[in-house]
């Protein structure tokens, strides 16, 4: 190990560590319960940047979307008591989409333990299930390099959170140099992915299944990166259709003629007509929770691929199950199937239809901006480095429907946790891993307001530094927490409960150019291009604060007439409901 210092201590231990496991960037905020790693991390600056949020649960945010962006590890710290707490969120959202997390948290001096000391939490009860699969507290200092190597390792192998503690005596106490002795570990920063293919037996039945299917389906998720040519040369020799879960969006070219887009509540028509339509399903990498949206139980025949074996079945029933990495099952799949023209025709035309509707919903009339048609006209300016960040509300609806993304660029979001206030910590990661890059970050007013505001301080402190300083975040300001409104409506048949839907007005532009940012307010659907232009042109971070309208429908595609009419029903009994009514309505006629 390198010496930080002339006496080096646990923390300089620890930050070394983090080194030797090619970490250079650690998400946290203050506090005096990791005051002595603090102390290390500013010892070992040029080696490990500290990148400090405005709230822990933001870094959490942070080093979750950092796992996204880059693959590799993202790591939080924060104090115990209070700011461990607050990283939980993160963490949640860390678990829930499976990416893998380091989160080193401090705690009382050790012999405090117990005494219901200030700010002292039973930090293992309280990471026990977020950070299931690896909690340790580092209660001697020869334990320090073994914990940290199998907590890393842990989150790589099981993609999850994990914890590390370290109490506050722990982290000032001289480093020792551990004896080769009983009860002494010793393990090294290293890790390897093994390459799982099913064996010749299984394969060969999967290709029988798929073979005989008439109108196949594929449904791709997130686990499917880095197969994707691999899918492509599947759905072509099998004439099937393709569609992928909302974290699946991203890998495939949308643009592809037999690309239905997104299934489930925020999906397309041509999901819906896919799904419903097929008699054989491949699910490759995806454990999407919309189980309403696949085929019915008993329609069609299922192969699923998935490195993760508790992932196969548990979202449709299975026929044959591979498990194994995606792009190297598929590379020995493909080879064994027919070659068909399936159902390619009937696809484009689901395809086509979806176009057709797409188009129809972007030219509504609303009374002020149609959100639709301001999420739309950025597909056409989209740079083809960006890097995308999307938050939970109406926003992800649009960016599921209408954003179009170039082939190769990335784009995440909290889905299945789908916490609100996941875009800006997401859209500073992105940008501090590629800071040449330019970053879009699309949220709610809703969202803005939970932590979004607080992330633009941090935007504005730090985008001098970047290379590319295109940081364009785009609020699409309603007055209202649209999503919830709908849901009320659709799911309950109840009017909208002003009390809690309404998000208070606030000057987003204005905000945005006290922090020495750029603003810009766009109210008339005709300044839309230019809009979006100027901002990704400007030479600095750009907040577009688009007027939109709360009464565009969100509901899901193709729903059954007691859906609507349950819809409906709520929106009689609100004062203000005539309009949002006509958007459905007419909606549905787009539908046909």
């Known amino acids: ?267 397309t028509t041509a999901s819906a007509e896919l799904m419903s339509g097929c008699d054989t399903l491949l699910i490759v990498g995806s454990n999407d929770p919309w189980t309403e949206f696949y085929p019915e139980p008993g329609q069609a025949r299922a192969v699923q691929v998935d490195v993760t074996a508790r992932n196969i079945g548990a979202k449709y029933p299975v026929e044959v199950p591979l498990v194994g990495d995606a792009a190297a099952t598929l590379e020995a799949l493909v080879p064994l199937l027919p070659e068909r023209e399936g159902w390619r025709a009937d696809v484009e035309g689901f395809v086509r239809s979806w176009h057709d509707v797409a188009e129809q919903r972007v030219l509504q009339e609303t009374e002020r901006l149609n959100p639709q048609r301001v999420v739309h006209e950025l597909s056409r300016l989209l740079p083809d480095d960006a890097q995308v960040a999307v938050d939970v509300g109406s926003a992800v609806y649009w960016y599921a429907r209408f954003l179009r993304l170039p082939p190769g660029v990335p784009a995440h979001l909290s889905s299945t946790l789908a916490s609100m206030g996941s875009a800006m910590p997401y859209g500073i990661a992105a940008k501090l891993l590629h800071p040449d890059r330019p970053v879009v970050a699309l949220a709610g007013d809703g969202a803005m307001q939970m932590n979004g505001l607080l992330e633009l301080v941090t935007v504005a402190h730090r985008w001098r530094d970047w290379a590319d300083p295109r940081f364009v975040v785009l609020v699409l300001s309603n007055g209202d927490l649209a999503e919830v409104s709908w849901e009320q409506r659709e799911m309950e048949g109840d009017p909208r409960f002003p009390t809690s839907q309404t998000v208070p007005d606030f000057p987003y532009a204005a905000y945005a150019d006290q922090l020495g940012l750029a603003g810009l307010r766009v109210e008339a659907g005709d300044d839309l291009r230019e809009a979006w232009q100027e901002a990704l042109d400007a030479d600095r971070p750009v907040v577009v604060e688009a007027i939109v309208d709360p009464d565009t429908p969100l509901l899901a595609p193709l729903q059954p007439e007691e859906k609507v009419e349950q819809a409906l029903r709520g929106l009689e009994q609100e004062d203000a409901g005539d309009q949002a009514a006509r958007l459905l309505r007419e909606q549905r006629e787009h539908e046909g």
């Open 1 to 267: 190990m390198t010496d930080a210092t002339e006496n080096p201590t646990v923390a300089d231990g620890l930050v070394q560590r983090l080194v030797d496991w090619d970490v250079d960037r650690v998400f946290g905020y203050a506090g005096d319960g990791i005051d002595p790693i603090l102390a290390a991390l500013r010892r070992r600056a040029d080696d490990v940047e500290l990148v400090t949020a405005r709230h822990e649960e933001m870094a959490a945010f942070m080093a979750t979307g950092h796992a996204k962006y880059s693959g590799s590890v993202g790591v939080c710290l924060a104090t115990q008591g209070p700011g461990a707490v607050h990283l939980l969120n993160g963490l949640y959202d860390a678990k829930l989409d499976r990416k893998p997390v380091v989160a080193v948290v401090g705690q009382v001096v050790s012999t405090a333990l117990g005494a219901g000391y200030l700010q002292e939490v039973d930090l293992h009860t309280l990471f026990k299930d977020v950070c299931a699969q690896y909690v340790q507290t580092v209660m001697a200092p020869e334990q320090l390099e073994h914990v940290l190597d199998a907590a890393f390792r842990t989150a790589l192998a099981t993609s999850s959170p994990v914890c590390v503690i370290v109490p506050h005596d722990v982290q000032q106490a001289p480093l020792p140099d551990a004896p080769h002795a009983h009860g002494i570990v010793h393990s090294s920063a290293t890790f390897a992915r093994s390459r799982a293919v099913p064996d010749a037996d299984a394969l060969e039945q999967a290709a029988r299944v798929l073979g005989e299917g008439e109108r196949v389906a594929v449904l791709v998720g997130q686990g499917a990166q880095g197969a994707e040519e691999h899918v492509r040369a599947l759905a072509e020799r099998l004439g099937a259709g393709l569609v992928t879960s909302l974290l699946g969006k991203p890998l495939l070219d949308e643009s592809l003629p037999y690309h239905c887009g997104v299934m489930g509540h925020l999906g």
